[in-house]
Structures are given as C-alpha cells and as structure tokens.
C-alpha cells in the first residue's frame, strides 16, 4: 500500500488493502518456500569438463566431473571454470525465486536483496517511507534518527 494517509481516513479500505497485499505476499513466500526445498540447478562448465548442482537456495550441492580432461586442465583455468559455474549456478538459482517474488510495491527487487546488492537502510527506508509520509500528512512526525543523536549531544 503505498498511501497510508488514505487508509488512516479510510480505516476499511486501508485493512482490506492490507490483508489483501499481505495475502499477496503470503503466497509468495510459500512459492518460496517450495522452490527452497524442492528445486535445483544444474550447470555444465563451458568445456563440459564438470557440471555442479545447486539447491533452491542457491547452495552447490553436488560437483560431478566427467571424463579425465579436467585433469588436464592448467590449475588456474580448472579454478576459472569452477569459480564461473558457482557464480552461473547461484544466479540461476536465485532467479527462480526472483521470478516469484519480483519487485515489491516500494520498488525493492528481491534478487538485488539476495544478491547483497541492496543497502539495508535504503531497504528499510524503502518500505517505512510511505507509511511515515502518510504520518506527516495527517500531522504527525515521526523523529528519525538524526534528531536522536542531536537531544543525545544536546543533554
């Protein structure tokens, strides 16, 4: 829900648009939950000298070497070829849960989350944000954490 002034006028509207988006959300995650116990990825190195699989988490699980020619294979170019497929392996692990979660509604893209690839506090702010607004709007401030520091120094 992005505007929380309109269902603190509208109290009925805002709970049935909540539990409609928790309920949204709730299915997501049992998607999830699904694809985590259930699926897996599997990998082939570009040279087929070994495929890897990975869990629903993006977890490897197992290596299986075909052939011999990865013992000929120089150290570091062995090295290359495992470090790229764990990096293939998890991506496409992780994609499958970002196909069900996607982007949420405050813009946050779950496989940018899984990835590390978002900052906690502009996630946090992502999601408070327009609840906090929908503060101001109806006359209520929220202090943020600023404002803490500041009566911290001040006494």
Not at 60 to 85: C, M, W
Not at 124 to 141: Q, V
């Amino acid at each position: 829900m992005a505007n929380w002034a309109s269902a603190f006028n509208d109290p009925d509207m805002g709970v049935e648009q909540a539990l409609a988006d928790l309920e949204r959300e709730k299915e997501k995650l049992r998607e999830v939950s699904k694809i985590w116990g259930e699926s897996t990825t599997t990998v082939r190195a570009k040279d087929n000298s070994f495929t890897m699989t990975f869990d629903g988490r993006g977890d490897l699980t197992d290596v299986s070497f075909k052939g011999s020619k990865y013992r000929s294979l120089p150290p570091a170019q062995l090295a290359h070829h495992i470090v790229e497929a764990v990096r293939q392996g998890r991506t496409e692990a992780m994609d499958k849960v970002g196909k069900v979660m996607g982007t949420s509604s405050t813009g946050i893209d779950f496989a940018d989350v899984a990835a590390g690839k978002v900052d906690p506090m502009e996630m946090m702010n992502s999601l408070l944000g327009p609840m906090l607004e929908g503060l101001d709007d109806l006359g209520m401030s929220v202090p943020d954490s600023s404002d803490k520091e500041n009566d911290k120094k001040s006494k």
